[in-house]
């Protein structure tokens, strides 16, 4: 057993000055969270380090500038609004390398606020739905404070944390944050249809969240002997699996095993993953690692971005110089699956937005490169597949011009024409 106190009660070991992990996504502990903004007027400079929380994020509030800075190591909508306006900060950082800034101690933490299962017998809770850098945090941090819940699921792999290293426990009994999205658009659709010719059976995939990763998922359903490592796990899945097109039995490490570092999406989906022996779930140090990923044959990585320019330069977290998101781990899958054995890495997205291409001559001003030109190899919008590697910048501008919107062509094919010259 273990001694509970109230959410008040946990959160006054937090002190002003000090740095304050918050865990992610599904598993944001929003009672304690809560609670920390309710003592805003006895604290200062708390630095608040997390990924992308789901909720309001209500310590990112202009009127708390004072008490709480945010330092995201992914930034969510709840925050953009605190970063573009110089009230958060953004620090860049691959995910496979996120865990190392605890680990390390460049970030040394002082608490950690997290989001557990129930102990069990043997009193060791689980990190349920987020693993992904709570696993370093949990292990650095001086304080740890764990919000204890019994519908979070418990997932095997190695989030696994007694119940001693809490310094304050917090019984809740709440759901889980739920993520339901549309279905796919004609676009997404044409899109992921593009994706779905490129991958093979007994293929490793990854993918993300959204409407393109989810359309992809669903094109796999002809697939056989499909294999999952991917950072994150969501509903999209779920179908696959049933299908029976998703066994891992063609994965070197893991095999049989989906492998994750983080779990998003609706009840059905926690439900499934809940003491789940097919699911493990890693911190991403290992999950991203890039030596890792390789030992998969025929990795099919399949990512997004806001903009590519005509040779190749992908923008994947940053509206010219707006931050958008992050970095996350698209350059660890991208580079893990062009190392690994028949492996592709695919950067898949909608050709126009708001009316304006994608395809762009260059980036715009202040624009992030997250995937290098040299990196780039699949380029999908619902026009086709351009395919860059091993094409030099010239041929790279053709390959992409023939996927942009045709309202777009021909700008792109003068400027084109303007810089590099040819037919």
């Known amino acids: 057993m273990y001694a509970t106190v109230t959410a008040q009660q946990a959160v006054a070991l937090v002190r002003s000055g000090q740095r304050v992990f918050v865990q992610g996504a599904a598993a944001t502990p929003m009672v304690l969270l809560d609670a920390l903004v309710q003592r805003a007027s006895e604290l200062r400079d708390v630095e608040m380090v997390h990924l992308h929380l789901e909720g309001s994020a209500p310590h990112a509030a202009p009127e708390l500038a004072a008490s709480f800075r945010i330092n995201a190591l992914f930034v969510g909508a709840n925050v953009r609004a605190a970063v573009a306006e110089g009230r958060a900060d953004y620090l860049p950082v691959f995910l496979s390398e996120a865990p190392a800034l605890f680990r390390q101690r460049v970030l040394p933490l002082d608490v950690a606020l997290i989001h557990v299962s129930p102990p069990d017998k043997h009193g060791y809770c689980s990190l349920g739905t987020s693993v992904d850098v709570a696993a370093a945090a949990v292990e650095t941090a001086t304080t740890v404070i764990a919000q204890i819940n019994p519908r979070m699921p418990r997932t095997l792999g190695y989030g696994q944390v007694h119940v001693s290293r809490f310094a304050a426990c917090v019984d809740v009994d709440l759901p889980l944050p739920n993520s339901h999205r549309p279905p796919p658009s004609v676009a997404e659709q044409q ?92 911190d991403s140090a290992y999950v991203n690692d890039t030596h890792v990923i390789r030992q998969n044959p025929n990795v099919t990585a399949i990512n997004s971005a806001l903009e590519i320019d005509l040779t190749g330069q992908v923008c994947a977290d940053s509206l010219g110089e707006m931050i958008y998101s992050g970095v996350g781990g698209q350059m660890d899958f991208i580079r893990g699956a062009s190392l690994s054995p028949n492996g592709r890495a695919i950067i898949a997205l909608r050709s126009t937005a708001k009316g304006l291409s994608r395809i762009v001559p260059t980036l715009r001003p202040g624009s992030g490169v997250v995937t290098t030109r040299a990196h780039a190899h699949y380029i999908v919008t619902e026009h086709g597949i351009a395919s860059l590697h091993g094409k030099n910048l010239r041929q790279r501008a053709t390959a992409l011009i023939a996927v942009a919107a045709p309202e777009h062509r021909e700008a792109l094919s003068a400027a084109a024409h303007t810089r590099f010259g040819g037919k």
């Open 191 to 282: 899109i992921a249809r593009h994706v779905a010719s490129l991958v093979e059976d007994g293929a490793t995939i990854q993918t993300g969240i959204g409407g393109i990763p989810d359309a992809v998922l669903a094109a796999l359903h002809g697939h056989r002997r499909l294999g999952v490592h991917t950072e994150m796990f969501s509903d999209g899945l779920l179908p696959l699996v049933a299908s029976g097109a998703v066994t891992g039995e063609c994965k070197k490490l893991q095999r049989g095993k989906i492998l994750s570092s983080f779990v998003v999406g609706s009840q059905a989906l926690y439900d499934f993953v809940h003491d789940n022996p097919i699911v493990e779930l890693r």
